[in-house]
């Protein structure tokens, strides 16, 4: 991915399909790299490195940890999140639980530490 960024960039006139390619290409390999952090760490341990550094964890609704399907559905219901330019994290304003739209998809809760 890299060598083809660099033979772009030294390219005199690079096409715009060649452009197009490649960002599609590094966006889409970010978009993996995200999904695989945030489902890995998750759902193995419940948190993020962030979390752990704030003291949070995400278990179920019932307080069991929880797993990788859920921290998958939980990431997903992030990028829901972004699609709505951030309204699905209002809900944490109006519930208890400060559940946000990832939460209420995945069926998870953060918990203090």
Same mark, same amino acid.
């Given at each position: 991915?890299?060598?083809?960024?660099?033979?772009?960039?030294?390219?005199?006139?690079?096409?715009?399909?060649?452009?197009?390619?490649?960002?599609?290409?590094?966006?889409?390999?970010?978009?993996?790299?995200?999904?695989?952090?945030?489902? +890995?760490?998750? #759902?193995? !341990?419940?948190? =993020?490195? *962030?979390?752990?550094? &704030?003291? @949070?964890?995400?278990? /179920?609704?019932?307080?069991?940890?929880?797993?990788?399907?859920?921290?998958?559905?939980?990431? +997903?219901?992030? #990028?829901? !999140?972004?699609? =709505?330019? *951030?309204?699905?994290? &209002?809900? @944490?304003?109006?519930? /208890?639980?400060?559940?946000?739209?990832?939460?209420?998809?995945?069926?998870?809760?953060?918990?203090?530490?």
């Amino acid at each position: 991915m890299w060598l083809t960024i660099a033979v772009l960039g030294f390219r005199r006139d690079p096409d715009l399909l060649d452009v197009t390619l490649v960002s599609l290409g590094v966006l889409l390999l970010a978009v993996a790299f995200h999904v695989a952090y945030h489902t +890995v760490l998750v #759902g193995g !341990c419940g948190q =993020t490195v *962030g979390k752990m550094l &704030l003291g @949070v964890a995400v278990v /179920r609704r019932d307080g069991a940890p929880a797993g990788y399907g859920r921290a998958l559905l939980r990431c +997903v219901g992030g #990028g829901l !999140c972004i699609l =709505t330019l *951030g309204l699905g994290r &209002l809900t @944490v304003l109006f519930t /208890r639980e400060r559940r946000g739209l990832s939460d209420l998809v995945a069926g998870t809760r953060p918990v203090s530490l």
